[in-house]
């Protein structure tokens, strides 16, 4: 039975941050269909029937997969307790809020910031500048002499 599930796009991610997450979540990876996919079982106490929820997972290299939460499916057919259905539908949007989140993560910053080289001074120019402030400036030594209170040693 296919499941029912707002978030329809596919989310791609390395292979390594699907599968923790995923068997985080309480999956196992299987083969399914020659394709990968991960599986959760929910056992019913009241029917003593277990159902197993798969989500299929494209593999596109040997680095990168996708996962599209709205192709999970419960094998077992027949009917599903209203608790079960629950319980899949919670696991499911709980899996792809976690997927969307890890995507933001890696998602590189719409602002870039200003390219730097670490120091004081972005560039050559300002590095000379600075380097004459440095020079005019007063030694510890001569500060003291002048009675003048230097900065403390950092």
């Known amino acids: ?3 029912q599930c707002t978030m329809t796009s596919a989310i791609e991610l390395p292979f390594s941050a699907i599968h923790n997450l995923m068997t985080y979540q309480g999956f196992r990876r299987i083969r399914f269909n020659q394709q990968s996919a991960y599986r959760a079982r929910f056992d019913d106490a009241s029917t003593k029937r277990s159902y ?8 596109h290299d040997n680095i990168t997969c996708s996962v599209k939460v709205a192709d999970a ?3 077992d057919g027949g009917s599903i307790p209203p608790e079960v259905f629950e319980a899949v539908e919670s696991k499911l949007y709980e899996v792809g ?3 969307q989140d890890e995507m933001e993560k890696r998602k590189p910053d719409s602002i870039d910031p200003p390219e730097q080289s670490g120091g004081m001074a972005p560039n050559m120019e ?9 020079a005019a ?3 510890n030594q001569e500060l003291l002499e002048a009675s003048i209170i230097p900065d403390p040693i950092q």
């Not at 197993?52 to 593999?59: A, C, Y």
């Not at 300002?126 to 440095?134: N, S």
């Open 1 to 3: 039975m296919k499941m």
């Open 52 to 59: 197993r929820l798969t989500i299929p997972v494209q593999n």
């Open 73 to 75: 499916f419960l094998e």
């Open 97 to 99: 809020a976690y997927l």
């Open 126 to 134: 300002e590095m000379i500048k600075l380097g004459k402030q440095m």
């Open 137 to 139: 400036m007063k030694t």
